[in-house]
């Protein structure tokens, strides 16, 4: 069979399994169980009823020829069961209390009786699902109601055992179970809500419209989607059969700020803390036909004003740069209908946001003023998505849904640095001049499916629940880059002569040299609007085969086909005519292209094509037989998601993209000008070129690989409290990343071959620098006969990632005034590849030469590794009507080590023939240290005031570190520059970083914030 032919037949297979997709379970729960008489025999022909205040109207199962009853595809809620039957008693449990993507499962008896009577049975709902082995928490909407969490996804989600947020000031992005922080997958009512690119938490989804929320951390089934790392799933409010609604205001201000290091002399950022916030939301839902119709809608705006951890400077020019504050305006607006009639069930939402930043990049830090920041200047997006689910019969239902969501996001200069170009300093730290180039990005995702559930009795022993799905998935980016100066320059120290002085190679006499770099981006906007493209067809088949009524088997299998294509482009000249002429001199005699004049380029299909089997296996035992211990074990085989990231890292004109070239400065004026001289430095530049640049990815890439074992005991010690002990491994190969190749040898080179000698080894001993010792440490640098740089992304199997964790969880539900959960984890994420963003995209420098695994083993520690982290959470009410909530969190420190930029002398350079004079490594093993552990407790307190004919109003004050906890990072990384006399000795000059010794953070600040709330 061709090629050709196999592809079609592939494609036709999964076009045809596109009509059954994994949808049913994003927003819904299950109740079963089975009826039967006191000799256990069973009751088929019963009638069981369900209702419930979050389900449009009731519904009804006739029991089976074994007694059994399915009822799926439930709301988030709390539902009354009855069961009637001719000859019975009537049996009703109330308060079933239904979460998401949770199955409760009852065994009850009847008992004979000549008239009707109804009898109310206190039972407790199981906390404990059989049915199900994955991890993680679910928070309802009463724990988001009480809780003193931030009011964004990202906060609650930080509230799950296993996930870690990366430290920043801006939105966190979080790792779960020991993934990258771009693997989790976010979705609101089965619309996945992640950047296409970064993979980021979805920053405006508003809290206001959450009533149940989701995080799965480990062991998901084929159904619970491709992801490899957590699964976040956001069900909005649906409204009810009574009409209802609330409007609400938070605020706090710098005067119910307490910062903790007031008053420090030492010289050190400032807190970061909200200055003001005020945050205003109004709420309405209720019927539009009763028990047919219901419909809720939010509208919500957000103003926060926050400081930044700049530090009065004063740059090189002479101008002086004052603190300045980071400021977020957000307006959100939401919508939802639900419909039920003759047998369908019908839900849609549309959601919207805009948000503006006067200083909008992620982390403006103690380096960073104010004018080297950006503008996010009214980023827009929005999500719709709806879906139709109907009851073929008792035994078999069908889902449709369909989602699409898109973003656009300008970040642009801000006004009157559009002609400065952009200053770093690599001494001191420090950004300024302007915030680099404009940026303008859109970005959409659609998807569409169906999905088919089937419960199968009797069959090979047992009973089945059978999945049966498909999905289709189409992510665009479009991005636009410029700016009218794109220059960066390079400074050591307020200087703008990174080298010193050298000799110039047009007048031979010394002159400073530095290095000058150019954005490739055009002058204006529209000159360079790049297209990426992305697809995706699945496929599912999934069993959940239970034996005994105490045994269940998960058998599943998924299969993803994705790929990644570029359209054809051009861009036009770029600014700044040194940068020109530099490609006209230099680099159009090389390569044939000058990359800063106009270009055009024909498009790149098949930039990657994955084709992934996920197996996902598990058993879930009951113990003892009575529904109160529960053994489970789960297998799976999780490939990564493939993303637009891959794309845009191979693009040859990224939206960031830059060259930079050694600078003589001819006429000692630091103005980088076009009489001056300029040097290459090694790029290949035939990157430009389709026949070179289409060599960028490995044809032969292949999807990274997750392999997860769980392993975890559940016990329901009293009927409200039930605790959990899991063990999570998770080991993850085949990890995509930049390295050095040569397109001509079609060969990989960022590993030192002595048979090639294109790395020359340097050993010296660099010394100790107070409590450190000297430590020997060999570098390699590039040699002059090495190829010219041209970077591939391919499968690196130097680069690991292990995940290893102990979970102690415990849940106590509402019961008897007071509610409670926790958990302990204790892990370690060990390996050569870290987890943060900066380690997790194309330009990572984790194995770009020989010099990224000095001092890194594969049980190093990554940089979200931490090893102790413990969360509790809580409600209590108290008299005259008070309730009490708080949010505990332990974190150990970060991991981090030593490092040294290796700088040999000149002499043994040029005898060697190297290259590339400087090199950085690690001096140690990272993990041998961390910072300090970090904790926090937040406290709320809140009463509601009864108000004749309006409701009630609900009055809260949060206490935001209530134990006055606060950490600063002392930087102990004594860094900078080693300048050997000589190989092999511990002679000569160290340059210590500038920041050495040095705080380079504090967090502390006490915080009240105020709320009220009027409920109607």
């Not at 088929?44 to 009822?71: E, K, R, W």
């Not at 979080?174 to 970064?198: C, E, F, H, K, Q």
């Not at 016990?715 to 085949?734: C, E, G, H, M």
């Amino acid at each position: 069979m061709t090629k050709p032919t196999m592809r079609c037949l592939i494609l036709l297979s999964c076009v045809l399994c596109l009509w059954f997709q994994a949808s049913a379970q994003v927003g819904t729960g299950s109740i079963e169980g089975k009826v039967a008489d006191k000799e256990d025999y069973a009751l088929p022909g019963a009638f069981v009823y369900v209702s419930s205040p979050a389900l449009l109207g009731n519904q009804v199962y006739i029991t089976s020829d074994m007694g059994l009853f399915h009822f799926r595809a439930l709301p988030p809620g709390r539902y009354k069961l009855s069961v009637e039957m001719p000859g019975f008693k009537t049996i009703t449990i109330k308060d079933v209390q239904i979460r998401l993507g949770q199955t409760v499962t009852f065994d009850l008896t009847l008992e004979m009786s000549p008239v009707e009577e109804e009898v109310i049975l206190p039972l407790a709902s199981p906390l404990i699902d059989f049915k199900a082995i994955k991890d993680g928490i679910r928070l309802d909407a009463n724990l988001l109601a009480h809780l003193p969490l931030p009011r964004t996804l990202a906060g609650v989600v930080q509230a799950a055992p296993g996930v870690i947020a990366e430290d920043g000031t801006g939105d966190p992005l979080l790792a779960v179970n020991g993934s990258s922080v771009r693997s989790s997958l976010y979705a609101l009512d089965g619309a996945v809500l992640n950047d296409p690119v970064s993979m980021a938490v979805p920053p405006d989804l508003n809290f206001d419209v959450m009533d149940e929320v989701e995080v799965g951390t480990s062991a998901q089934h084929a159904a619970d989607g491709d992801s490899d790392g957590g699964t976040i799933r956001v069900i909005a409010k649906a409204g009810g059969n009574s009409t209802s609604g609330s409007l609400a205001l938070f605020h706090t201000s710098d005067r119910l700020v307490k910062d903790l290091w007031a008053g420090e002399t030492d010289p050190a950022p400032s807190t970061v803390f909200d200055k003001k916030l005020w945050d205003a939301s109004f709420t309405l839902g209720g019927p539009i036909l009763t028990d047919r119709a219901w419909f809720f809608s939010n509208a919500r705006v957000l103003y926060n004003t926050r400081t930044t951890a700049f530090q009065e400077w004063l740059d090189p020019q002479g101008k002086p740069h004052g603190e300045y504050d980071w400021n977020n305006r957000e307006i959100m607006a939401f919508f939802k209908a639900s419909l039920s009639f003759m047998g369908f069930r019908f839900s849609g939402m549309f959601s919207l946001w805009d948000r503006y930043q006067p200083v909008a990049d992620q982390a403006p830090a103690w380096n960073m003023t104010r004018e080297g920041t950006r503008i996010l200047d009214n980023a827009a997006g929005y999500a719709a998505s709806g879906s139709l689910n109907y009851a073929l019969n008792q035994n078999t239902e069908i889902d449709f849904r369909l989602a699409f969501n898109q973003k656009t996001t300008p970040l642009l200069i801000r006004g009157g640095a559009e002609a400065s170009p952009q200053y770093r300093d690599a001494g001191t730290g420090h950004v300024w001049g302007s915030g680099g180039i404009n940026e303008w990005t859109s970005r959409k995702r659609f998807q569409g499916g169906v999905h088919l559930t089937r419960f199968q009795e009797r069959t090979l022993g047992g009973n089945h629940e059978l999945k049966l799905g498909g999905e289709y998935e189409e992510m665009n980016g479009d991005s636009d880059s410029w700016k009218g100066n794109n220059l960066l320059l390079t400074y050591l120290d307020g200087s703008p002569y990174l080298y010193g002085q050298a000799v110039s190679p047009k007048t031979g006499i010394a002159v400073g040299k530095g290095l000058a770099s150019f954005y490739v981006a055009p002058t204006q906007r529209g000159a360079q609007y790049i297209k990426s493209e992305y697809r995706r067809l699945s496929a599912y088949l999934q069993d959940s085969w239970t034996v005994a009524n105490r045994l269940t088997f998960f058998l599943g299998l998924r299969f993803d086909h994705s790929d990644l294509r570029m359209p054809a482009f051009s861009k036009a000249d770029s600014g700044n005519d040194v940068s020109i002429k530099i490609g006209d001199d230099l680099i159009k005699p090389i390569a044939g292209i000058n990359p800063y004049a106009a270009f055009s380029s024909s498009p790149w299909s098949g930039q990657v094509n994955w084709n992934t089997l996920s197996p996902r296996l598990g058993v879930s035992l009951d113990v003892l037989g009575n529904g109160r211990t529960a053994f489970k074990a789960g297998y799976a085989r999780l490939p990564e998601l493939l993303t637009l990231l891959y794309g845009s890292a191979a693009n040859p004109f990224p939206m960031d993209g830059i060259h930079a070239f050694e600078w003589y400065d001819e006429n000692m004026n630091g103005l980088v000008e076009t009489t001056d001289s300029f040097a290459l430095t090694p790029d290949d530049y035939r990157i430009y070129k389709p026949e070179y640049y289409r060599k960028r990815i490995n044809p032969g890439l292949k999807a990274p690989i997750t392999e997860e074992w769980t392993l975890g005991v559940e016990q329901d010690v009293l009927p409200d409290f039930s605790i959990a002990v899991r063990l999570v491994s998770r080991t993850k190969t085949n990890i995509i990343r930049n390295v050095l190749y040569d397109p001509d040898r079609n060969m990989d080179w960022y590993a030192a071959d002595p048979a090639l000698g294109w790395w020359v080894p340097f050993s010296t001993v660099v010394p100790g620098t107070g409590p450190y010792p000297e430590t020997p440490v060999t570098v390699y640098f590039r040699s002059s006969t090495a190829p010219a740089l041209f970077e591939r992304l391919t499968n690196v199997p130097e680069l690991k990632r292990k995940y290893r964790a102990v979970e102690l969880t415990f849940q106590k539900r509402m019961s008897r005034g007071w509610q409670l959960q926790g958990s302990l984890v204790l892990s370690e994420a060990t390996g050569t590849a870290g987890l943060g963003a900066a380690a997790n995209s194309g330009f990572t420098l984790a194995a770009l030469n020989p010099n990224s695994f000095v001092n890194l083993p594969d049980d190093s520690r990554l940089d979200l590794d931490r090893p102790i982290v413990a969360k509790l959470m809580g409600t209590a009410r108290l008299p005259l009507g008070f309730t009490l909530s708080f949010f505990f969190m332990h974190t150990s420190g970060a991991p981090w080590a030593r490092s040294v930029t290796v700088i040999p002398p000149a002499d043994w350079t040029e005898a060697h023939g190297v290259a590339s004079p400087f090199a950085q490594v690690y001096l140690e093993r990272p993990g041998n240290r961390h910072y300090s552990a970090m904790e926090t407790l937040d406290l709320r307190i809140e009463t509601e005031l009864p108000l004749r004919g309006l409701g009630g109003l609900c009055v809260y004050m949060d206490v935001l570190n209530l134990l006055s906890a606060k950490s600063s990072i002392l930087n102990g990384n004594d860094g900078g520059f080693w300048y050997p006399e000589a190989e092999n000795n511990a002679a000569g000059s160290r340059v210590l970083d500038p920041s050495y010794d040095r705080f380079i953070a504090r967090t502390g600040a006490r915080v009240l914030k105020f709320s009220l709330s009027l409920r109607f």
